[in-house]
DNA sequence: TATGATTATGATACCGCTAACAGTCAATAG
DNA sequence: CTATTGACTGTTAGCGGTATCATAATCATA
């Protein structure tokens, strides 16, 4: 492993002083174009690499935030990952990542750690974080939360319209004339699963169907989870002619043991999801589906972080982003 | 924002000096239980938390790598990276995440950021990056590199064996009677391809079956590629009885078009994929394809990377991680 | 021409922590 | 009874940068 030269090795070669040489390096300040091209000469012949751990310290900012998500794995999130990955990039800012496999140990680890790498920021998915808890790291380091809301008017947040969503699914069951419509909710400690089970309810009440318990089952947002559902709900009766799943990995499950138990897709049940993921278009069938701008919600978060970061946040900091029916083959009309 | 408590402050707090709080801290060296509970006590009052970015500066180690991949959206990459975030996080090490969008540009701009960041280690999958460069990067900072081999000894190394996977899924089409088999490849200047389209070769040439270049398509990766590769084997002569594509999503891709052309597969087209990601189960009809373990070669990137900065390398660095044939409904026999 | 403003550079004091060495004191050994 | 050892704590000098203030030289302005 070569040595690694250091500001004074550079500031000693081109015979000026070291702030000379780290306003050459940041471009700040006023600097002759002579001396300039003299330590630049020396910084190439050294092979010299600003310490950026070293600025940090002094600066008191790192240039680097935190992104913490429940899994990278799932497409939901890296997809979001991606957005907000470019987004830091492109503002000169790098990621650092947190996977924290929905656990809240690890999403308070990788908050602890975010703070003191000296993160400038935090982007939070958490969804089931206790609010005080994070209202208190929001005293602690600027943040801005994902995919859940929080009612505190000062911390930034994104988040989708759940419930919206998830009223516009089933509504689109209802006006396929489906009575009997079951519902694979996730699990009842995140928001999102709440808001999605609200909408749920609100779309059957909405249009005079009564909500049945029996047709609603708590799942884990997983696609085992989606499998055991589908055997659950065609164990019972009565029988639902429709499903609505939290998300799209659950259908697909759905829709795996559908196959299986040969219970036909759409024709003997329809099944809609929710996330729009990339692959629900390539199954069969094609899922219909929610599809929520996942890019667009990394984009927003960093953006927000960045400007909060600027002082330049405008005085609106809570973005609910849209969402939309993608209506593929998973669904049809019954009589 | 609450300001920060030091290890100063924690000192003055509980009348000892630095680095007695130091010591407390990181449980190194001897201290009495008295101090030791009057310093912790002290830093529970305070909320002290230890600054990191301080500690790797004045310690010349920082407790986190990088790892650069060229895209976590893309499932591959995200499975290998939980299981090398996981490890990581097990022994100590956070992850600096880079996503290169496959551009050699912003891979050297990530392997910069790691160097300058002093990150412990760089896990590094770049397909494409010369090999003089990454010869370089080792003689900066410990590397591991991922997907790839390079014939240097003295750089860890993970990949798969694409060579064998390849022969294994054309050797599969043959074994069904196919002979027109025809090959989507990936692009020609990253390893994989190339390897994988060697294997394709020397099957059918184990086989004695003749090459035949009409047959072989390049394509990038991407599902679209899929599709457009579809479109072209469909609309030249010879017609083959069976493709197969380099990854998995092409393969989706040369799925979806052949529906779309009123293309049966299996029956007028056998199809095999190569990567098994989560889905390749669920599409319609599940693929057949070569399942190489994701996770683990994160795991053990992460590993060796572990392993040579405690400076306990085995003389083994070189890690080929074996993949298996997943037959499913995609590919059948013909006559 | 005197004055203030601007440009170009340097000296110094940290940022918050750890490594390395230097004590002090009591216990144990010779 | 002195020497040695080990447990415990402190002092000092950095790690590699930046902020801040100071200084000298140059320039424009009244």
Same mark, same amino acid.
């Given at each position: 492993?070569?040595?690694?030269?250091?500001?004074?090795?550079?500031?000693?070669?081109?015979?000026?002083?070291?702030? $000379?040489?780290?306003?050459?390096?940041?471009?700040?300040? +006023?600097?002759?174009?002579?001396? #300039?091209?003299?330590?630049?000469?020396?910084?190439?012949?050294?092979?010299?690499? &600003?310490?950026?751990?070293?600025?940090?310290?002094?600066?008191?900012?790192?240039?680097?935030?935190? /992104?913490?998500?429940?899994?990278?794995?799932?497409?939901?999130?890296?997809?979001?990952?991606?957005?907000?990955?470019?987004?830091?990039?492109?503002?000169?800012?790098?990621?650092?990542?947190?996977? $924290?496999?929905?656990?809240?140990?690890? *999403?308070?680890?990788?908050?602890?750690?975010?703070? @003191?790498?000296?993160?400038?920021?935090?982007?939070?998915?958490?969804? !089931?974080?206790?609010?005080?808890?994070?209202? *208190?790291?929001?005293? +602690?380091? &600027?943040?801005?939360?994902?995919?859940?809301?929080?009612?505190?008017?000062?911390?930034?947040?994104?988040? =989708?319209?759940?419930?919206?969503?998830?009223?516009?699914?089933?509504?689109?069951?209802? +006006?396929?004339?489906?009575?009997?419509?079951?519902?694979?909710?996730? &699990?009842?400690?995140?928001?999102?699963?709440?808001?999605? *089970?609200?909408?749920?309810?609100?779309?059957?009440?909405?249009?005079?169907? &009564?909500? @049945?318990?029996?047709?609603?089952?708590?799942?884990?947002?997983?696609?085992?989870?989606? !499998?055991?559902?589908? *055997?659950?709900?065609?164990?019972?009766?009565?029988?639902? $002619? #429709? /499903?609505?799943?939290?998300?799209?990995?659950?259908?697909?499950?759905?829709?795996?043991? #559908?196959?299986?138990?040969?219970?036909?897709?759409?024709?003997?049940?329809?099944?809609?999801?929710?996330?729009? /993921?990339?692959?629900?278009?390539?199954?069969?069938?094609?899922? $219909?589906? =929610?599809?929520?701008?996942?890019?667009?919600?990394?984009?927003?978060?960093?953006?927000?972080?960045?400007?909060?970061?600027?002082?330049?946040?405008?005085?609106?900091?809570?973005?609910?982003?849209?969402?939309?029916?993608?209506?593929?083959?998973?669904?049809?009309?019954?009589?």
């Amino acid at each position: 492993m070569k040595a690694r030269a250091t500001i004074r090795d550079v500031a000693k070669k081109s015979n000026v002083s070291l702030m $000379t040489v780290s306003r050459v390096v940041n471009q700040k300040g +006023n600097i002759s174009k002579a001396t #300039a091209a003299k330590v630049l000469k020396a910084i190439r012949e050294l092979n010299y690499r &600003p310490n950026i751990t070293a600025r940090s310290l002094a600066a008191k900012k790192s240039d680097f935030i935190a /992104i913490i998500v429940p899994d990278i794995s799932n497409p939901f999130f890296s997809e979001m990952m991606k957005g907000a990955e470019d987004f830091a990039r492109e503002n000169g800012y790098n990621i650092f990542l947190g996977d $924290t496999e929905g656990k809240v140990e690890l *999403e308070k680890e990788y908050i602890d750690a975010a703070i @003191n790498r000296m993160a400038d920021g935090i982007v939070l998915v958490a969804p !089931r974080l206790e609010n005080n808890l994070i209202c *208190e790291i929001n005293d +602690n380091i &600027p943040l801005v939360i994902v995919d859940r809301s929080i009612n505190k008017n000062d911390i930034p947040q994104v988040y =989708i319209d759940n419930l919206k969503g998830a009223m516009s699914a089933v509504e689109h069951l209802i +006006n396929l004339n489906h009575k009997n419509i079951a519902f694979l909710s996730g &699990p009842k400690d995140v928001q999102d699963s709440l808001q999605r *089970e609200k909408g749920y309810i609100m779309a059957l009440k909405k249009h005079n169907i &009564p909500v @049945n318990p029996k047709l609603m089952l708590i799942g884990d947002f997983s696609f085992e989870g989606g !499998r055991d559902a589908f *055997e659950k709900f065609f164990s019972n009766y009565p029988k639902p $002619t #429709a /499903i609505f799943a939290s998300n799209d990995i659950m259908a697909f499950g759905l829709i795996q043991r #559908a196959h299986e138990m040969n219970v036909k897709v759409p024709k003997d049940v329809s099944i809609v999801g929710f996330d729009d /993921i990339l692959l629900s278009s390539l199954i069969n069938p094609p899922l $219909t589906t =929610i599809r929520h701008p996942m890019l667009k919600m990394g984009i927003k978060a960093v953006e927000l972080l960045v400007n909060k970061l600027n002082n330049k946040l405008d005085t609106k900091i809570s973005f609910i982003l849209e969402n939309t029916l993608i209506v593929r083959k998973s669904t049809r009309r019954i009589e």
